[in-house]
């Protein structure tokens, strides 16, 4: 799923915790709204590494694994397209 480095899938995750904690909350699953927005929390802050990795095995278990590896896709393909820098030195 996620390598060293690899800074895209990592903004990516985040990204699909976001999305996960929206659906349960509009479901009106809040514990697991909560879950997922303790794991962002751990993750950005990078408190405790071992709970959020738990939680990412949970989220495995709770979605199926090619609609997580497909996110991820799609957000590295998007990722890698914007260009850094000021805007007066884009192409």
Same mark, same amino acid.
């Given at each position: 799923m996620l390598e060293k480095g690899d $800074? @895209?899938? %990592? #903004?990516? !995750? !985040? @990204? /699909? !915790?976001? !999305? *996960?904690m929206q659906k349960a909350a509009s479901r009106e699953e809040f514990e697991q709204c909560i879950l997922w927005r303790d794991a962002i929390h751990k993750l950005e802050n990078q408190l405790d590494i071992f709970d959020a990795m738990h939680v990412i095995t949970l989220m495995r278990a709770k979605i199926p694994s090619g609609e997580i590896d497909a996110f991820l896709e799609k /957000? $590295? &393909? #998007? %990722? &890698? #397209? &914007? &260009?850094?820098? *000021?805007? #007066?030195q884009r192409d």
């Amino acid at each position: 799923m996620l390598e060293k480095g690899d $800074r @895209a899938g %990592y #903004e990516g !995750l !985040l @990204a /699909f !915790l976001r !999305l *996960q904690m929206q659906k349960a909350a509009s479901r009106e699953e809040f514990e697991q709204c909560i879950l997922w927005r303790d794991a962002i929390h751990k993750l950005e802050n990078q408190l405790d590494i071992f709970d959020a990795m738990h939680v990412i095995t949970l989220m495995r278990a709770k979605i199926p694994s090619g609609e997580i590896d497909a996110f991820l896709e799609k /957000f $590295r &393909k #998007e %990722y &890698k #397209e &914007k &260009k850094s820098g *000021q805007p #007066e030195q884009r192409d």
